[in-house]
């Protein structure tokens, strides 16, 4: 049933390049990791999804939780655009997007949850800190902050992921942090973390923070 909705995201875009995208995507962060991700996620209540790109898993959790609402804030109008189209093609009303830059992000309502999948080592490095602080400002007590990202070993999977991102998008610049770093930044930021390896038979070095705010 989960697995439909992952057809359905697919089909919402007109785009074959999109649809090529998102398969590959959704091949990445497949069925087990949205499931791994989707059980940290709150059962109702208002969710960012900061870097949305063209909000195919912002689609996927807001059709298989009905109950949250979605809001999803990229830097690419166009992205914003599509995943817009997407959601009303899908008939989704508990999912929203709008052009956000994550880098002056600043805290502008409470939030029962937010996450940032493969985002943050698109971030400038010095705005990845106020970037967290405004997203646990911004959280409900109790309310959790998922990070999905990469580690920087081993080496030879931080090279695949970095030309793949080269690939991607070649003019962006890319600053990864190392699993240690990230959760050191994250407790000195105030959040609570549980940091697990998403083990994966691709050379991937996936790392999933989950990040609670406390009190
Ligand atoms: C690797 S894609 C991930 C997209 C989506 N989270 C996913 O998992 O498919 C990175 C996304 O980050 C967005 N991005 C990069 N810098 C950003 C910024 N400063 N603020 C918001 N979004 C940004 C890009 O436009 C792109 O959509």
Not at 43 to 55: A, E, I, K, R
Not at 113 to 125: F, K, N, R, S, T
Not at 161 to 183: F, G, H, I, K
Request: with cysteine; net charge neutral.
């Amino acid at each position: 049933m989960h697995g439909d909705a992952i057809v359905r995201v697919i089909r919402a875009y007109d785009d074959w390049v999109v649809r090529a995208y998102c398969w590959g995507r959704f091949g990445i962060v497949r069925q087990r990791f949205l499931d791994e991700i989707g059980r940290h996620l709150p059962p109702s209540g208002q969710v960012l999804d900061v870097g949305c790109g063209f909000g195919l898993f912002s689609l996927y959790y807001a059709q298989v939780v009905p109950d949250l609402t979605l809001r999803g804030l990229d830097i690419n109008p166009r992205r914003i655009a599509l995943a817009q189209r997407a959601a009303a093609r899908l008939g989704l009303s508990n999912v929203t997007y709008e052009w956000g830059d994550a880098a002056t992000y600043r805290a502008d309502d409470v939030y029962a949850g937010a996450y940032m999948l493969d985002i943050v080592h698109h971030i400038p490095e010095d705005a990845v800190r106020p970037l967290l602080e405004q997203l646990l400002k911004g959280l409900a007590s109790g309310g959790r902050l998922i990070i999905k990202d990469v580690d920087t070993r081993p080496r030879y999977k931080r090279w695949f992921t970095w030309c793949l991102d080269r690939l991607m998008d070649p003019r962006t610049p890319v600053r990864y942090w190392s699993a240690e770093e990230m959760e050191a930044l994250l407790v000195e930021v105030g959040f609570r973390v549980r940091r697990e390896t998403m083990a994966d038979y691709l050379p991937y070095p996936h790392v999933l923070y989950v990040c609670e705010r406390e009190g």
